[in-house]
């Protein structure tokens, strides 16, 4: 195991416009074009309904997946939502020490678009991040007037990482950065522990097993900084919720959690 600390086996771990090669965003472009030819050139089963064309999700299957659903805009539940622009009732007693300004995602972790995440998760189908973070990407420009100064992946335990090989939230984040032209680092954050699995524990167990699992690099100053934390699965929002305090605690002024997928 290298010292990784949530990065992916291979690759680098921060992306920074400016280190994109000559010409910064240039080289994302031209990247883009590449990828874009070969999809042309190669067939590929859509990874929803299987049809084969040129895509790794259907334009059918997309347009079905990605139906907008009015959500609050801090924890992007779909349920409870007062209004337009509204944080729901669950966000809004907590709206003081809420340390998540803003949620944003591209739909429930439900079917069909679960089956996007396990995929990516427990079958390393990795051009399916490039995906998720194109739609990400597409909805973070067009819902938010603010864009993060930069990306983290929420991280995995060293252990964790080691055992999977790649962060599926790094992976996700890494492509979204060059669509957004802003830089990523993955070794920002580090998670200095794994914690037991979240899914079995109700919501204080949760945050206790979440108590000082995660640390910022040397202490980093963060001031300033609007960071958008990047994730495959919002569940109750826990964890990215800790991430985000710890963020914050190191002087970020601003977090938008950037799940995939939200538990509805
Ligand atoms: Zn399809
Ligand atoms: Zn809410």
Redesign the pocket.
Known sequence: MSATHGAPATGAQVYAPAAQAAGGAGSGISQRLVAGLWRALLPSACALCGAVQSEVVCAACAEIALQPTP???????PG??RGLGL??????ACVDDDPLDA?LTLGDYAGPLDTLVLRLKFGAALPLAEWIAARLADRLCAASDTIPDVLVPVPLSPQRLAARGFNQAWEIARPLSLRLDIRADATLLARRRDTVTQRTLDLPARRANLRDAFAVRHHERLDGLHIGLVDDVMTTGATLREAARVLKAHGASRVTALPALRTP
Not at 71 to 77: I, K, L, T
Request: with cysteine; charged share 20%; aromatic share 0%.
């Open positions: 959500r609050c805009p801090r924890c992007a539940s409870d939502v944080a729901c009732h669950a966000c809004l949620t």
